[in-house]
């Protein structure tokens, strides 16, 4: 097989990879009620938002160790090992009788699913190397948005078989498709070595000075961290806005939740990717521009989810910010491209995981103190619009290095 041939067969094979990452991971908050209905000891909101915070925690601050293991040692059994571990803790998540049990669980999610984001997308960019980058990237992207808007199908197991069975099977179903990958999934020539490895193993501090004495570094991972709230914010308590808001059952709420932002952010993606890759071909700023006008759109959308007057126009506002969210995700590994080398990527990544993800557990554990209190939602969509506007504006000021324009055009 050519290597255009080995590129777009990992992209194919890390699909389902991605879909299996998020819907596992999406499923605690579609399926709320179920769960707290079985397990009395989660006594309130607040404590059902720290279930969902702890796995982002622990997700977070493993990131960079994930990121750099793949760096220094090998992406594909990096993330083929992520795959193995997270699925045996989806499947141990279905058999918890406890509060307790439920956050040891959802950490250990957070340590497995740590490994898997920044190798598969430095994999993915040690293959495309030219303009298909931002494409690949977002076909993989694609299935993320495809996993969680299948995490809205737990409510309806839940409701036609028991909750715990969306863990069994799922878990069940991704420890199988890691054997797979083991004889499927080939290891990239990297852009400095060959088998996925850079010639020289990277030092950890040689990593960090690269990353973070660069201007452009900082400013990348807070223009991430910014739109990320509501991210954040949607994919784990909308579901709860809808159904409170419009008198929702559990699985209409959830599936509406997920399934609309979802396909709306699957559309975004492949378009965000064309845009941005063709974009490049003007400016070398292309990708840039291509992420911050979707997150542009996000703004308008996040204002009009606080204030919907009616259920339809809640669907259209979630269309809307899918889109601009499809632009934004697709473009960020290619920017890091452009201001980090091939060997510090993975690690690039991490860090914007770190810092993204422990801001959005913080905003998830927020607004279920907030609904506890009897704040509206619509504080928090106002909120997030503003800092997204923010983010929009700032990753205008990155200027991409002349000293990587071979590895990216």
């Not at 040891?104 to 699913?113: D, I, K, Q, T």
């Amino acid at each position: 097989m050519s290597r255009n041939g080995h590129a777009w067969l990992a992209v194919f094979l890390l699909w389902p990879v991605a879909l299996l990452n998020y819907l596992d991971r999406q499923m605690v908050s579609t399926i709320r009620a179920s769960i707290r209905a079985d397990i009395p000891s989660i006594a309130s909101d607040e404590q059902f938002g720290v279930l969902m915070a702890m796995f982002m925690w622990v997700y977070a601050f493993l990131s960079p160790v994930g990121g750099y293991v793949a760096d220094r040692f090998n992406r594909r059994w990096t993330l083929i090992g992520s795959l193995f571990v997270w699925s045996a803790v989806t499947w141990l998540t279905g058999h918890a009788q406890s509060y307790e049990q439920m956050k040891w669980c959802r950490g250990l999610m957070g340590v497995s699913e740590a490994f898997y984001i920044p190798a598969a997308l430095a994999l993915i960019a040690d293959f495309h190397r030219g303009d298909t980058r931002a494409r690949a990237v977002g076909i993989h992207q694609t299935g993320i948005y495809a996993g969680m808007a299948l995490g809205g199908i737990g409510g309806y197991i839940a409701q036609t078989s028991t909750w715990r069975n969306c863990f069994t099977w799922f878990g069940a179903a991704g420890v199988l498709y890691a054997l797979v990958l083991v004889f499927a999934l080939k290891s990239a020539p990297s852009e400095s070595g060959e088998g996925g490895k850079p010639k020289v193993p990277v030092k950890l501090s040689e990593t960090l000075r690269a990353l973070w004495s660069q201007p452009a570094f900082w400013i990348l991972v807070v223009y991430f961290t910014l739109p990320a709230i509501a991210g954040w914010a949607t994919k784990n308590w909308l579901p709860t806005y809808l159904a409170d808001t419009f008198k929702l059952k559990e699985g209409p709420a959830g599936l509406s939740a997920t399934g609309y932002i979802q396909l709306a952010s699957f559309v975004g993606v492949l378009a965000g990717g064309v845009v941005a890759d063709r974009w490049m071909k003007r400016t070398p700023r292309g990708r840039i521009y291509a992420s911050s006008l979707g997150v542009l759109l996000c703004v308008p959308a996040l204002l009009g989810l606080g204030w919907a007057w009616n259920i339809g126009a809640a669907i259209g506002f979630m269309i809307l910010f899918g889109v601009g969210w499809g632009f934004f995700d697709c473009n960020n590994m290619p920017i890091l491209c452009q201001i980090a080398r091939p060997e510090h990527r993975a690690t690039g990544y991490g860090f914007m995981n770190l810092v993204s993800i422990s801001v959005g557990a913080g905003a998830t554990v927020v607004l279920g103190r907030m609904r506890d209190h009897g704040i509206p939602f619509s504080t928090a969509f106002v909120f997030s619009a503003v800092v997204a506007l923010i983010g929009a504006v700032l990753i205008l000021l990155v200027k991409p290095r002349t000293d990587l324009e071979q590895a990216v055009s």
